[in-house]
Every structure is written in structure tokens, then in C-alpha cells.
């Protein structure tokens, strides 16, 4: 792998990081704002997705889409049924909840859950990562 890869890959992390501690600090301040909150879990997964898909060196197009992301992944690295629906709870938090004319407000459990699977993903990859 190429230093710029891993640099690259260090900066797709690190953002996913900033995304998932943004998610749980709205959380903690301003709970009403449910939509941000799931906003920013499907981005930390999606951009902890693509620098796992840089570090397995598979070259993927501009996208949202979870499903695709890991579909990708499997190309090189199977994820279980479980993560797929996991990733699925999280896929519609990536476009449409951010519109006022999509009426999405999530339950406190739903939030819980977003922020969870966003926890669970990041450190699935920082663990594939580093092994």
C-alpha cells in the first residue's frame, strides 16, 4: 500500500470519527434535533466503509448507499446478514431525512440504535484495519 493510502485512509477514519462524536454530542445537547443525529451515524459508517474499501484497494464511485459499500467489500471481505441489516437502518439517514418535505422524526431508540451501529462499524473497521 501506498503512504498516501494510508494517509488517505487516516483522514477517511478520522472523519468518520468526527461524524460519530458529533452524532453522540447533539445527542447529549440538543435531543431534538433527530434528524442530525441519524445524519451524521450513516455518514461516520459510510465513510469508515470507504476507508476500509481504499485499505482492501477496491475502487468505488460517489455514493450514500451502505448496501453498495459493503456489496463492494464483499469482493474481498464477506460481512454477515447482520451487517447488512444494520447498515440498513442507517441507509435512508443519508439524503432524504436531512429534508424538511420528508417527515422523519426518529424515536430515542431509533437514535440510540443509529448511534450504536455507527460505534459498532467504526470499530469493526479500525479493528480490520489495524490487524
Known sequence: MKKSDFELIKKWMLYALHDLDTAKIINLHLKDYTETICYHCQQAVEKALKAYLIYLEIDFK?????????????????????????????ENYAVEIRYPDVAVFPSDEEIINAIEIAEKFHNLILEKIKT
Open 62 to 90: 460517489k455514493s450514500h448507499s451502505l448496501e453498495y459499500l459493503l456489496n463492494l467489500i464483499g469482493l474481498k471481505d464477506e460481512f454477515s446478514d447482520e451487517w447488512y441489516e444494520m447498515a440498513s437502518k442507517l
